[in-house]
């Protein structure tokens, strides 16, 4: 699985971004998918991930009410949306698909995309 994340700038705090994942190669809609932050100098850490019908959500107690993931199997991709958008959220987003949500939600998965970068100014 080969994954594209896109959608990342620089927004106001307060302001919104939406997070695209795209994935090519096996079959997307067997994984589950999580997107994970990491900022400067800090550890990656697991920000939200669901399961692969999209029957299940989870989120880090940082993002909740404010992050919403979702997928659409048809089109391949995962999308994060991101409201109410913190300093603290800047970082590199990156999405990650595992055949296991447990997984996701440690911090692991098979694959991993590259990375976008998300900045928040205040």
């Known amino acids: 699985v080969q994954l594209v994340e896109s959608g990342g700038g620089l927004v106001q705090a307060g302001g919104s971004l939406r997070l695209s994942c795209a994935a090519s190669g096996r079959t997307f809609s067997s994984y589950a998918m999580g997107w994970f932050r990491q900022a400067p100098g800090k550890e990656r850490e697991f920000v939200a991930a669901?399961?692969?019908?999209?029957?299940?959500?989870y989120y880090a107690d940082s993002v909740k009410g404010r992050f919403t993931i979702s997928r659409d199997n048809a089109e391949n991709t995962v999308y994060l949306q991101m409201n109410s958008l913190k300093p603290e959220d800047m970082a590199v987003y990156y999405c990650?698909?595992?055949?296991?949500?447990?997984?996701?939600?440690?911090?692991?998965?098979?694959?991993w995309g590259q990375g976008t970068q998300v900045t928040v100014s205040s």
């Open positions: 990650a698909a595992d055949f296991s949500l447990s997984r996701l939600t440690r911090s692991i998965g098979d694959y």
């Open positions: 669901i399961t692969w019908n999209s029957g299940g959500t």
